[in-house]
């Protein structure tokens, strides 16, 4: 094909037509361009293409992470439900006093809620993104600017969770300084294994403990609640945030197919 260009601009250079030449000459520069600009085109289509697909790729990762969180919220939320109602209980039964049908479920919740749990989430797609600079295959603005907000908010509620959960294990040290379970405990045995030390007193004095001591008790029972509300309404904030999120997304590949 070029000997063949190459053939013509001879034949009329030879010919002294030079305006014909002049014509041709303009004609294969306009040749050039158009072939430059379908092949620029096509290198561009090719990128898009590929930001496309990765872009869907990466929705999509996200989009699991958001499902794994609220899976692992809805499980935190059960527990926290239950943690609330044993320190209800705790509060009421220390004011009032123990009961000695109430021993066992007061040993048990005083376990129970000696346990923390945290939310832990998944951000690794979040993260590669924005460590590699990613984000902005993200084209719409709005699935961008969601998802950037849905991603502080996840760091904010474990630094907010920590920060409680810290506060939540010295009450419950403050706790187990003040009130010795094991009377408690060793009222559950039969008479035989009883260890015979001096058993508790089921009364409203609870465990011998004068009245400022059990207001303490109160305050840190009431403390250790306060903070794992916190916490939760934490969670349940940054649970509706991942629904709303996830659905956006959805809607979105959707309309991407």
Do not use: C
């Not at 499902?67 to 943690?83: A, Q």
């Not at 309404?233 to 956006?248: D, F, G, I, T, V």
């Amino acid at each position: 094909m070029i000997k063949f260009f190459r053939h013509i601009r001879q034949r009329l250079l030879s010919e002294n037509k030079f305006s014909k030449y002049l014509l041709y000459a303009i004609g294969e520069i306009v040749l050039v361009v158009i072939g430059i600009l379908i092949a620029l085109s096509i290198n561009n289509w090719n990128e898009n293409r590929k930001n496309e697909d990765l872009e869907i790729a990466y929705l999509k990762g996200i989009q699991s992470n958001l499902i794994n969180d609220i899976d692992e919220l809805e499980r935190h939320f059960k527990g926290d439900t239950l943690k609330l109602d044993a320190l209800s209980f705790l509060l009421r039964t220390t004011e009032a006093g123990v009961e000695n049908s109430q021993v066992q479920t007061y040993i048990s919740n005083s376990l129970f809620v000696s346990k923390e749990h945290w939310f832990e989430g998944q951000n690794v797609v979040f993260e590669d993104m924005k460590s590699s600079g990613k984000l902005n295959l993200l084209q719409s603005e709005k699935v961008k600017l969601s998802t950037q907000i849905y991603y502080r908010l996840f760091v904010e509620t474990i630094k907010h969770e920590d920060i409680n959960n810290q506060f939540y294990r010295n009450y419950i040290k403050n706790n187990s300084e003040l009130v010795k379970v094991y009377p408690l405990v060793e009222e559950m045995f039969p008479q035989r294994w009883k260890s015979g030390v001096k058993p508790v007193k089921f009364s409203p004095t609870y465990f011998d403990l004068s009245e400022t001591e059990i207001d303490k008790v109160l305050d840190n029972y009431s403390l250790i609640k306060a903070r794992l509300y916190s916490s939760h309404m934490a969670r349940l904030r940054l649970y509706q945030n991942a629904k709303q999120l996830e659905k956006l997304i959805e809607v979105y590949l959707e309309e991407k197919k």
